[in-house]
DNA sequence: GCCAACGTTGGC
DNA sequence: GCCAACGTTGGC
């Protein structure tokens, strides 16, 4: 099993959506790094801290897990879409994606100013200068540590 | 709103 | 294949 983070603007889609939807396709990606990780490394059940970004107060929001994998994305061919690529083809797509489920909101939001002041977890892909991937690989003992943060 | 750090695009 | 210009991310 892996561990990930996964970027979300909870203007656009919240922790609190996830768990109204119970589950959602995680679209929008379009960053091959990104997508990478979601095509060849997510299996079923992993778990992923759901991160709030470009907001009040940037952190961990609660936790979530992969419910479906290789899925294909299916705003790359709705031309209205700000997410549609034309270069796409319906026959081979381009951006393959996860669906994730609603695991748990964390009490206390763990926030980024906690994760940087927090020596065990200076390590993390969140937290290194000029990383903007929106979805990290996380060891499994950063996540743990992570949890009971929030408790 | 600013801006640093990256990623992508496209001319050559 | 290089690289300048441009676009995006995301904290502050």
């Not at 940087?116 to 991937?133: A, D, P, W």
Request: glycine share 4%; net charge neutral; aromatic share 12%.
């Amino acid at each position: 099993m892996n561990f990930w983070l996964m970027k979300s603007e909870p203007d656009v889609f919240s922790i609190d959506d996830l768990f109204k939807n119970k589950k959602s396709g995680w679209e929008g990606v379009r960053n091959y790094q990104a997508r990478n990780f979601m095509r060849d490394q997510m299996n079923l059940g992993d778990l992923i801290l759901f991160y709030h970004s470009s907001c009040d107060e940037p952190g961990i929001a609660g936790i979530a897990k992969v419910s479906k994998t290789k899925l294909v994305d299916p705003l790359q061919f709705e031309k209205s879409s700000e997410y549609y690529d034309p270069k796409s083809k319906e026959e081979d797509p381009r951006w393959i994606m996860v669906e994730v489920e609603f695991v748990e909101k964390f009490k206390n939001l763990v926030s980024l100013k906690k994760i940087k002041e927090t020596k065990e977890l200076s390590n993390m892909m969140v937290i290194q200068k000029g990383s903007r991937l929106s979805i990290n690989p996380v060891d499994e003992k950063d996540f743990f540590l992570i949890k009971k943060m929030a408790l």
